[in-house]
Structure formats: C-alpha cells, structure tokens
C-alpha cells in the first residue's frame, strides 16, 4: 500500500484520461436529490458531493436481470453457461457501498460459490471517495463503523481541499497510477491534514441511534414478539423498494424463457424482495411469511441478526437508502431506537 495526492488542478486530466482507457462509471445527478452511476467521459458530468446513489453498486455484480444459462436442442442435452460482464471501473464509491460489496463478496464466495458474481467482481475496479460529511438525516454510517476507509478498493480519494488523498490499496490501483502519471507522493503536511479531516469527522460522525453495534442481536432477539413488528406491518405496503435499493440484499428468482422455435432458450435471473408476499410460497400456496409484519421484522433479522450469527457482520451498512425510499414513511434508525427502548424497560 502506498500513498499519494492528486492535485484538484489535475483531476479533470485525470478522469478524462481514464475514460479514454477504461469504461468508467461516476456518480451523476439525475435531478432533485436523485444521484445513479452512469458512463462518464469528463469530471464535470460527475458530482462528488452526493446522496448515495438510488441504486447501489452491486447492480454492477449482480445485476437486476441476467442470463447465465441457454441451450439449443440441436446441441443434444448440451447447456452452455453464460457470464453477461465486462471490464469497468468505478469512481467516486462512498464506503458505506463498499461495505455492501465486500458483505456480497462474503456471500458468494460462500459454497456454493457464485461463479458469475466472481467473474464479475474481477472485471470491477473500485476507487472510493470518502465522505468528509454527513449524506443527510437517514444515514447510521457511523453506528456501523462505515465511514472510515477500511479496504475492500484499489483507489480511494479524500478531498483535502486543494488536493485529494489517493491510497493505493492493491495491484489494480497500482497499474492505474503508473498508466496515468499525474499523482504526487504524499509527504507529511498531506499526512497532518488528512488526520485533521479524521478528527473533526470523530466529532460530527457519532452513534446514530445510541445504540453500540454490538448489542443490536441481543435486543432483536429479545424484541422478538414485539408489538413495534405489527406497528410496521400495518405501515408496510409490501412494495419491495427498501430490499432493491440496499446494498447488501441479494434475493433473486431464476426461471427459463423458452423462444418460439421451442428448440431455443435460456435460464435467467432477476432480483427479486423478501418483502413480497410470493417471495416465501412453497407447494400448495402456504407461505411462511404471509403477514407483513413477520417479513419487515425478517428483514430487520436479516441484516442485525441471523447474517451477524453466520458471518460475524451487520448486512446493514448505514447509508440509509431503505428509510430514504419507503413508501410508508419506516425509518431503520427510529425502529431500532424503539426496539431499544422496549428493550430496557
């Protein structure tokens, strides 16, 4: 790992350059407080102070709709897989979404390993932007730990005012500093101002929700039969936007898509939410979550609990794009805090 500064005055060459040798995604503003990743080719498409984005990154992983699977009857029973990736880099990833991509990475490196998911994530390369301030009221980054820099990328910038921090953090960041030779060494006054931003964020960025991350199991699981779970279920309009815009939910449906010719096809998959009613149907239309309430408390389990039991980590990442986009108005650090208090009555 090494380190260095870019200067502000250098950026644009910088990116424009890198878009002339890569394919590279940015966030971009898409009106209002609406941020995507899309194609850039300049800096000045992009916008570095950001909302996080409606969809996170992992759409670049696994994306919302995919073939990995076609066959044609003239082969015999031969199948063929298929990997829908292509080599890309993207810029300017907020780390509460580089948490979201490290736990899938855990997930589908997990057997039975996810070979398109892996093929895919080589194709990736990761530069971070850190945030030097709050997003707005519905991000927890700091609960979770995630709004400090803590692996997971090749690059990862700090605006430092006049200059962004660069951490070169594996052999991809490497190469794409030597391709592109417009970065400084970083000496000590970089050092002093990049441990001056770190303190005043200690001061500004503090527990959410009051909560150390650590108990969060221990009060779910004694908040099990909780009235709050109702209180959400009748709220909930089991529309399935808090699981599609988070960046660790990883639900999705498989199913074949015959052609005309029915000699021809292909197996696909789709991203699919654990909020929908269908989503827990077995034989016979019984569910095991039919009532809303049991999957908004799923989906609380999910990210504090059961992924805590079997990976030693929170699913949540804080960046707050589930209380952005509901519906019905449920805010993840408002349930929490009101499970907290049930808990310590």
């Known amino acids: 790992m090494k380190n260095l500064i870019l200067s502000k005055e250098r950026f644009e060459h910088f990116i424009s350059l890198l878009a002339k040798k890569h394919n590279v995604m940015g966030p971009v503003h898409k009106g209002y407080d609406n941020f995507s990743f899309q194609p850039i080719k300049t800096a000045a498409e992009m916008t570095l102070k950001y909302v996080p984005t409606i969809i996170p990154p992992k759409k670049y992983f696994m994306p919302q709709y995919e073939s990995f699977l076609e066959y044609d009857k003239t082969w015999g029973e031969n199948m063929k897989a ?3 990736s292509e080599a890309l880099v993207l810029f300017g990833v907020h780390t ?21 998911y892996l093929s895919r994530k080589k194709d990736v390369t990761i530069m971070g932007l850190e945030c030097n301030e709050y997003c707005d009221e519905f991000a927890s980054c700091a609960m979770m730990n995630n709004h400090l820099p803590d692996g997971g990328y090749d690059l990862f910038f700090t605006d430092l005012g006049d200059f962004f921090f660069v951490e070169v953090s594996t052999l991809k960041g490497d190469v794409i500093v030597e391709e592109i030779p417009v970065f400084e060494e970083a000496l000590g006054r970089h050092f002093k101002e990049l441990q001056g931003l770190r303190a005043r964020k200690a001061k500004t960025f503090t527990n959410e929700v009051g909560i150390e991350y650590q108990h969060v199991p221990k009060i779910l699981s004694d908040t099990k039969e909780s009235l709050i779970w109702n209180e959400l279920g009748d709220k909930c309009l089991a529309c399935g936007n808090c699981t599609n815009v988070c960046p660790t939910c990883y639900c999705f449906n498989i199913w ?42 799923h989906r609380f389990f ?34 929490l805090k009101k499970l907290k208090e049930e808990y310590a009555r």
């Open 82 to 84: 298929v990997v829908e």
């Open 96 to 116: 509460c979404d580089i948490a979201g991509i490290k736990a899938l990475n855990i997930v589908f490196s997990d057997r039975p390993r996810d070979y398109n």
């Open 256 to 297: 074949d898509e015959v052609n005309l010719d029915l000699k021809t096809g292909k197996r696909v998959r789709m991203w699919d939410s654990c909020q929908n009613e269908g989503y827990a149907k077995v034989a016979g239309g019984e569910s095991f979550r039919e009532e809303r309430s049991a999957r908004q408390k």
């Open 302 to 335: 999910k990210k504090f609990k059961y992924m805590v039991d079997r990976y030693a980590r929170f699913f949540c990442t804080g960046c707050g794009r589930c209380s952005r986009t509901c519906m019905a108005q449920i805010n993840l650090k408002e349930t």
